[in-house]
């Protein structure tokens, strides 16, 4: 029985639920960046996933980070704030798109995978050391 083949799948979906919870917490930071580095509020980032399925004698398999991309596909919420120094001629300011609810949610949901893949990588860490103490 193989368990190393198991565990670096498993540490590939660590490593994957890693970055997840990194780009989590950067949308939270920028919670309220009204101007980017392009001059344009803050845009949320979303992490995709890939499955990685090789031949048989690889020893890649299982998930990993595809990539990272702004989500373009909603806008932040027009703020009446005159006072703001990023206001237009109306006194609206456009917020990020970043909903903490959301954010919260995915964090929530990237750490309990996060926990799950961890506590495979134990339980076959453990079955491999009983296996090893079965010939003595």
Sequence with gaps: MNF???????AGALNAEQVRMDIVAQNLANAHTTKDTDGNPYKRRVVSFETVMTGAGSAEKGVRVSGVKPDDLTQGDLVYNPGHPHANGQGMVQMPNVRLAVEMVDLMSA????EANLSVAKNARMMAVKALSIGR
Excluded: D, E, H, L
């Design 4 to 10: 190393i083949s198991g565990i670096q799948a498993t």
């Design 111 to 114: 750490s309990r995978a996060y």
